[in-house]
């Protein structure tokens, strides 16, 4: 179990390292419109996390308020966790399990879901196909492990 949740909060300190994609237009304008085909993606591998992978959207979800991917490795699991924001989910790719309260429910591409109030859920890509999310996000995104105690303050 220790070996999770130092897992989960080497997760956290990664989405610091999002790339954000490339402006659709430069200068002091901001863009009307963005289009990023699937092929212009800047996906990111999450260091210590072999087979997730981050793609930002839009905004910088290590500062604020922020869209971006998650594509998880078929069977990648995470346990126990919540995020400090308020976060709304749709499901682009595979089937996503989300243990929620003690109740699985699998959620197949185009299923959606949201978490408010920091809500303990446990993640997991079922096999046969890699799963992406949509994620979006209106405050710093973090990974917190549940029974995980706060660092001290110096």
């Not at 919540?82 to 299923?111: I, M, Q, R």
């Not at 809500?119 to 799963?131: L, Q, S, V, Y």
Request: net charge positive; proline share 8%; with cysteine.
């Amino acid at each position: 179990m220790r070996t999770h949740l130092s897992s989960l909060a080497a997760l956290s300190l990664t989405f610091a390292a999002f790339a954000s994609p490339a402006p659709a237009k430069e200068g002091k304008q901001a863009a009307s419109a963005l289009l990023l085909p699937a092929g212009d993606l800047k996906w990111n591998d999450v260091p210590d996390f072999p087979g997730l992978q981050t793609a930002a959207l839009e905004g910088n979800p290590a500062k604020g308020a922020a869209h971006f991917l998650i594509k998880f490795k078929d069977g990648f699991a995470a346990p126990l966790h919540h995020h400090s924001s308020d976060h709304f989910v749709t499901v682009v790719s595979g089937t996503l399990s989300l243990t929620v309260d003690g109740k699985e429910t699998k959620l197949p591409a185009g299923s959606f879901f949201l978490f408010k109030g920091k809500k303990p859920h446990i993640t997991k890509c079922e096999p046969g196909a890699d799963c992406v999310i949509s994620v979006d996000v209106r405050r710093k995104w973090d990974v917190v492990p549940e029974g995980a105690k706060p660092a001290a303050k110096k």
